[in-house]
Every structure is written in structure tokens, then in C-alpha cells.
Nanobody, 126 residues
Framework: QVQLVESGGGLVQAGGSLRLSCAAS????????MGWFRQAPGKEREFVAA??????????YYADPVKGRFAISRNDAKNTVYLQMNSLKPEDTAVYYC?????????????????WGQGTQVTVSS
């Protein structure tokens, strides 16, 4: 079992930055692929970024709309994964969710993940 709690969301002007955190509990965190997803009103939940477990190389993956602006990282000693979001745009407005899945495998479809946080709202004003 992995329990996830997101924090760090809020209201920011376009061009600004936010850093989301996801605190995880559970012994399997260090061997989990961690992902960030987002869901805007009336839209499906979509992949944002993912990071593999550290001793697997810690490879990172990003959705095209956020490449070069967002960065995912993890601190296994603190059981925490981060999403640094820079150059935010109004279209980044959504509820952001942290997710975890054991080991490797698919990283982008929401169905690949077993555990989810409750979400944190990010609102970017123009």
C-alpha cells in the first residue's frame, strides 16, 4: 500500500512558478514509478510527467505541452516526489494528482497507476 498526499497548489499569474510536492507513505515508494497527472474541468485526466525509481536510473518522462517548463524529481530518503512548474500558462490550470505504480511498465496512461492522491488545485491567471 502507498498513500499519497499532494501540496503546493495555488493561484499564480501567467509566467510564474509553483512547486508541487507529493508525500508518500509505504515501504514500496523507493521501487515505485511516480507520476503527475492533471485534470481540467470537463476534460479527461492527462499525463504530465513521470519518474522511475532511482536505482533503475531515475529516468524522467514528460508530456509535450510541459516539456522544457516542468521538472519532476524525487527524494527517496524523504519519500517525496516534486513537480517544479515554471513559465506557467492559463492552460495549465487544473487539479494536479500524484500517482504511484510498482516498478516499471507503462508510465503515461492513468490506468497504469495503482495509487492516487486527492489532488491539488493549480490556477494560472492571464
Amino acid at each position: 500500500q502507498v498513500q499519497l498526499v499532494e501540496s503546493g497548489g495555488g493561484l499564480v499569474q501567467a509566467g510564474g512558478s509553483l512547486r508541487l510536492s507529493c508525500a508518500a507513505s509505504g515501504r514500496t515508494f523507493s521501487s515505485s514509478t511516480m507520476g503527475w497527472f492533471r485534470q481540467a474541468p470537463g476534460k479527461e485526466r492527462e499525463f504530465v510527467a513521470a519518474i522511475r525509481w532511482s536505482w533503475r536510473g531515475g529516468d524522467t518522462y514528460y508530456a509535450d505541452p510541459v516539456k522544457g517548463r516542468f521538472a519532476i524529481s524525487r527524494n527517496d530518503a524523504k519519500n517525496t516526489v516534486y513537480l517544479q512548474m515554471n513559465s506557467l500558462k492559463p492552460e495549465d490550470t487544473a487539479v494536479y494528482y500524484c500517482a504511484a505504480r510498482p516498478y516499471s511498465g507503462s508510465y503515461s496512461p492513468p490506468s497504469a497507476y495503482d495509487y492516487w492522491g486527492q489532488g491539488t488545485q493549480v490556477t494560472v491567471s492571464s
